[in-house]
């Protein structure tokens, strides 16, 4: 291992001029403010130049790139009246629909209330319009509804459902939180004249019982099925049911390929109005298969195929396809040298009266791509996002379809490191969000000559505020671990002084496939102990993260933990040679998967100079984790070795002279509190030394009101009480101590 360090120059977040003094420090009450909120208009394009978005003040407008008319469609004080949480407005523009009392399920679920027609004053799962006129779809008992328009009466469309085992066009836990990456499991064809829509059967999945306390005289249990490595996992199909007509449902059918067995289904997406792509992938996650599948019979034909011989990355991220369905884009790993594999885009294109399809790769290079946006068929343009300027920044660019694949940056001169954009309809202008490093912005530009056409979000009200305070100086190190440079993020005081000593703390998550290190602006609990308490906060991205090779990244595989931990520790040997960091004072932090790493790097015997650590519900054994996420990085468990070596269990004995904060919410429903429970006995019987904070009742995200602020504050405590200076006694003070 070679160790070596390039700095970069400094970025000064705020404006340094000789009135610092006179700047406030940041507070956790300035965080949780409205002064410092980012307005997220959740902007969306309807049409080739119309554009639906909401204001600060609570308006929905609709925009008109072509005559800059702006048109008030929904007044917030409609969503005062209604107290509605959630909007969405008919295709037709006549309605809008209204959630209220949004209620967490089982996060990121969402009970809305509308009525089937048997039933009256239902809490609904799901509600939402369909692509045309005033189709609209709503779910309730895990079956489906549908009216024609708002006026017809509803049908059922599906009645299989059964509440929590059965879910139709919904996501079960699994498929929500490790699959699919949302609830919602249906999708709409292009004519609306049919639905897709998954049955996922959880019958065979073991129950999980999570406690409630609050509430009742006697505590009551949520049950629901979660299956944990090595268990029984649910089963899945795909349907399309016409609504044109009859109603007539076909089940899309599996490939037959030995090789998928057992299998999950990561993606589906509708190329044409009777044709939609479909991923399956097998359980071990190292082979999949993209098909094209006929709406009509359920026949699907194999298109791609893929395999690793570690897992495959990226399953759920969905293939672009031209007007006519005869081409499609995709993103998949393909080796560029010593680093491995990287993300690029190819092109598949149908030959005529053939089976066949030609394959291209229309870009390449050691750099990915993260987003497919648009194809301009006229012009053989491929609109993406990727990292090629820098693996901390995300960047628009276009390529031709065409040989020799030319491309261009579209968004590198703009004064934005991190960006985010969607193309109108005809692609005739492009929404681009601005994440940073600076204040989020979102504004409608010409694609023609990127020229701004309209601001619909300056976060002006954010900008005074944030540069009249003492806001920490970004800078960027460089350190090359094994042949690769990798990027570590560092926070310093507004005020920083070269001869002065700080505490240090090393944030972590370190979730394959996951990116601690870019340049997307955030204010959040460690932005209040580098401006109120003088620490130096530092983020480094190792082995296991994403965005710089497969190489770097499944190199984790079947050993979570040991690369990951010491590559940190070489980033905490790095920055703790700076004669500014008091190494009698540095701690760590990390949640979930990296709550499991934090924990690792504070027991550790190579580097014992961590203080003090916390972990927020932290992974302790994955056995008892989601199957779907354990087994793909550790292998299917016939090899239980490799899940006893990953237990935190043996280094309880290491943490007897640590400061170790758990904090964990006792109603989880992603890490449950079994996890806590286990690894304390564990601690108890080493006799370590722990705190334990708990949130009774409350989610794996926290939902209450103040409890996001109470857990934020709690860190700031815990760390400014861990990085105080001790108070040195005077000769007369140590004697009075000695004698008492």
């Given at each position: 291992?070679?160790?070596n360090?390039n700095?970069?120059k400094?970025?000064h977040?705020?404006c340094?001029?000789?009135?610092?003094?006179l700047?406030?420090?940041?507070t956790?009450d300035d965080?949780?403010?409205?002064?410092?909120?980012i307005?997220?208009?959740h902007?969306?394009?309807?049409?080739d130049?119309?554009?639906?978005?909401r204001t600060?003040?609570g308006?929905?407008?609709k925009f008109?790139?072509?005559?800059?008319e702006?048109v008030?469609?929904?007044p917030?004080?409609?969503?005062d009246?209604?107290?509605?949480?959630?909007?969405?407005?008919?295709?037709?523009m006549?309605?809008?629909?209204?959630?209220?009392?949004v209620?967490p399920v089982?996060?990121?679920?969402?009970?809305w209330p509308l009525?089937?027609?048997?039933?009256h004053?239902a809490a609904?799962?799901?509600a939402?319009?369909?692509?045309r006129?005033?189709?609209?779809?709503?779910i309730?008992?895990?079956n489906i509804?549908?009216?024609?328009?708002?006026e017809s009466?509803?049908?059922?469309l599906i009645?299989?459902?059964q509440e929590?085992?059965?879910?139709?066009?919904?996501?079960?836990?699994?498929?929500e939180?490790?699959?699919?990456?949302?609830?919602?499991?249906?999708?709409w064809?292009?004519d609306?004249l049919?639905l897709?829509?998954m049955?996922?059967n959880?019958s065979?999945?073991p129950?999980?019982e999570?406690?409630f306390?609050?509430?009742?005289?006697?505590?009551?249990?949520?049950?629901?099925h979660?299956?944990?490595a090595?268990?029984e996992n649910?089963?899945?199909?795909?349907?399309?049911?016409?609504?044109?007509?009859?109603?007539?449902?076909?089940?899309?059918?599996?490939?037959?390929?030995?090789r998928?067995?057992?299998?999950y289904?990561?993606?589906?997406?509708?190329?044409?109005?009777?044709?939609?792509a479909?991923?399956?992938l097998?359980?071990?996650?190292n082979?999949s298969?993209?098909?094209?599948c006929?709406?009509?019979?359920?026949?699907?034909?194999?298109?791609h195929?893929?395999?690793?011989?570690?897992?495959?990355?990226?399953?759920?991220?969905v293939?672009?396809?031209?007007?006519?369905?005869?081409?499609?884009?995709f993103?998949?790993a393909?080796?560029?040298?010593?680093r491995?594999?990287?993300?690029?885009i190819s092109?598949?294109?149908?030959?005529?009266?053939t089976?066949?399809?030609?394959l291209q790769?229309?870009t390449?290079?050691?750099?990915?791509i993260t987003?497919?946006?648009?194809?301009?068929?006229?012009?053989n343009?491929?609109?993406?996002l990727?990292?090629?300027?820098?693996?901390k920044?995300?960047?628009?660019?276009s390529?031709d379809?065409i040989?020799?694949?030319?491309?261009?940056c579209?968004?590198?001169?703009?004064?934005?490191g991190y960006?985010?954009?969607?193309?109108?309809?005809?692609m005739?202008?492009?929404?681009l969000?601005?994440k940073?490093?600076?204040?989020?912005?979102?504004?409608v530009?010409?694609?023609?000559d990127?020229?701004k056409?309209?601001?619909?979000e300056?976060n002006e009200?954010?900008?005074?505020?944030?540069?009249?305070?003492q806001m920490?100086r970004l800078?960027y190190?460089?350190i090359?671990?094994?042949?690769y440079?990798?990027?570590?993020q560092i926070?310093?005081?507004?005020?920083f002084?070269?001869?002065?000593?700080?505490?240090?703390?090393l944030l972590?998550d370190?979730?394959p496939?996951?990116q601690?290190v870019?340049e997307?602006f955030?204010?959040?609990w460690?932005?209040?102990?580098?401006?109120?308490?003088?620490?130096i906060v530092?983020?480094f991205d190792?082995?296991?993260?994403g965005f710089?090779?497969?190489?770097?990244?499944?190199?984790?595989?079947?050993?979570?933990?040991?690369?990951e931990?010491?590559?940190?520790?070489?980033?905490?040997?790095?920055?703790?040679?700076?004669p500014?960091?008091?190494?009698t004072?540095?701690?760590?932090?990390?949640?979930a998967?990296g709550?499991?790493l934090?924990t690792?790097?504070?027991?550790s015997?190579?580097?014992?100079?961590?203080?003090c650590g916390?972990?927020?519900?932290p992974?302790t054994?994955?056995e008892l984790y989601?199957?779907a996420f354990?087994e793909?990085?550790?292998?299917?468990k016939?090899d239980s070795r490799?899940?006893?070596?990953?237990?935190?269990a043996?280094?309880?004995g290491?943490?007897l002279?640590?400061?170790?904060?758990?904090?964990?919410?006792t109603?989880?429903e992603?890490?449950?509190?079994?996890h806590?429970a286990?690894?304390i006995?564990?601690?108890?019987?080493?006799?370590?030394?722990?705190?334990?904070?708990?949130?009774?009742?409350?989610g794996?995200?926290?939902?209450?009101?103040?409890?996001?602020?109470?857990?934020?504050?709690?860190?700031v405590?815990f760390?400014?009480?861990?990085?105080?200076?001790?108070?040195?006694?005077?000769?007369?003070?140590q004697?009075?101590?000695?004698?008492?």
């Amino acid at each position: 291992m070679t160790l070596n360090s390039n700095k970069n120059k400094s970025r000064h977040l705020d404006c340094e001029d000789d009135s610092l003094a006179l700047k406030k420090k940041v507070t956790i009450d300035d965080v949780f403010g409205p002064d410092l909120h980012i307005h997220d208009p959740h902007a969306k394009w309807l049409s080739d130049n119309e554009l639906l978005y909401r204001t600060r003040d609570g308006d929905v407008i609709k925009f008109n790139a072509d005559t800059r008319e702006r048109v008030v469609i929904v007044p917030n004080q409609l969503f005062d009246r209604s107290r509605a949480a959630k909007y969405q407005v008919s295709p037709d523009m006549q309605h809008v629909l209204f959630a209220f009392e949004v209620k967490p399920v089982r996060n990121p679920e969402e009970t809305w209330p509308l009525n089937p027609p048997e039933v009256h004053e239902a809490a609904l799962q799901f509600a939402g319009w369909g692509p045309r006129g005033q189709q609209l779809l709503f779910i309730f008992e895990n079956n489906i509804y549908y009216k024609t328009t708002i006026e017809s009466r509803a049908i059922r469309l599906i009645s299989t459902g059964q509440e929590g085992v059965v879910f139709n066009g919904l996501a079960d836990w699994l498929y929500e939180e490790e699959i699919l990456q949302t609830h919602i499991a249906h999708w709409w064809s292009p004519d609306g004249l049919r639905l897709a829509y998954m049955t996922i059967n959880d019958s065979l999945v073991p129950r999980m019982e999570v406690p409630f306390f609050t509430g009742t005289p006697y505590p009551t249990n949520l049950e629901y099925h979660y299956p944990k490595a090595g268990e029984e996992n649910p089963v899945v199909h795909l349907s399309v049911v016409s609504l044109n007509g009859p109603l007539h449902t076909v089940v899309m059918k599996k490939p037959d390929d030995p090789r998928i067995g057992e299998y999950y289904i990561t993606m589906v997406k509708w190329a044409t109005s009777t044709k939609l792509a479909v991923n399956w992938l097998n359980r071990a996650q190292n082979n999949s298969i993209l098909t094209l599948c006929e709406a009509t019979t359920g026949v699907c034909i194999k298109k791609h195929e893929d395999e690793s011989d570690s897992w495959l990355h990226r399953q759920n991220e969905v293939p672009l396809f031209s007007q006519d369905g005869h081409k499609f884009f995709f993103t998949r790993a393909i080796p560029q040298g010593g680093r491995g594999k990287f993300f690029h885009i190819s092109m598949s294109t149908s030959m005529p009266n053939t089976s066949t399809d030609i394959l291209q790769s229309l870009t390449s290079g050691d750099w990915d791509i993260t987003s497919i946006l648009a194809y301009n068929h006229q012009r053989n343009l491929i609109y993406f996002l990727s990292t090629e300027d820098d693996p901390k920044r995300r960047h628009l660019y276009s390529a031709d379809t065409i040989p020799p694949f030319n491309r261009c940056c579209l968004s590198c001169e703009f004064k934005c490191g991190y960006v985010d954009v969607s193309f109108s309809h005809n692609m005739q202008y492009f929404l681009l969000s601005c994440k940073g490093p600076d204040i989020p912005s979102v504004a409608v530009y010409s694609t023609e000559d990127r020229q701004k056409v309209f601001d619909v979000e300056t976060n002006e009200r954010v900008n005074s505020t944030y540069y009249n305070m003492q806001m920490p100086r970004l800078e960027y190190e460089t350190i090359t671990i094994d042949d690769y440079t990798l990027t570590m993020q560092i926070l310093k005081p507004a005020g920083f002084i070269e001869t002065a000593h700080y505490p240090l703390l090393l944030l972590v998550d370190g979730t394959p496939g996951g990116q601690m290190v870019t340049e997307q602006f955030q204010v959040d609990w460690d932005t209040v102990l580098v401006s109120s308490f003088s620490a130096i906060v530092i983020r480094f991205d190792g082995h296991g993260s994403g965005f710089q090779g497969t190489n770097l990244l499944h190199k984790v595989r079947r050993k979570l933990g040991k690369l990951e931990e010491r590559d940190q520790l070489e980033a905490l040997r790095f920055i703790s040679k700076e004669p500014y960091i008091d190494k009698t004072r540095m701690g760590v932090y990390g949640r979930a998967y990296g709550g499991y790493l934090a924990t690792l790097l504070l027991s550790s015997e190579e580097f014992t100079q961590l203080k003090c650590g916390t972990a927020i519900s932290p992974i302790t054994d994955f056995e008892l984790y989601a199957s779907a996420f354990s087994e793909r990085y550790l292998g299917l468990k016939t090899d239980s070795r490799v899940y006893t070596i990953s237990n935190l269990a043996h280094r309880a004995g290491q943490l007897l002279e640590k400061q170790y904060l758990i904090i964990h919410p006792t109603a989880d429903e992603k890490v449950h509190f079994q996890h806590t429970a286990k690894f304390i006995n564990h601690l108890i019987s080493e006799k370590a030394n722990y705190t334990l904070q708990i949130y009774p009742d409350e989610g794996h995200f926290l939902h209450g009101d103040g409890t996001q602020q109470h857990l934020s504050q709690s860190l700031v405590n815990f760390f400014e009480e861990c990085f105080r200076v001790p108070e040195v006694l005077t000769e007369d003070e140590q004697e009075d101590e000695d004698d008492s």
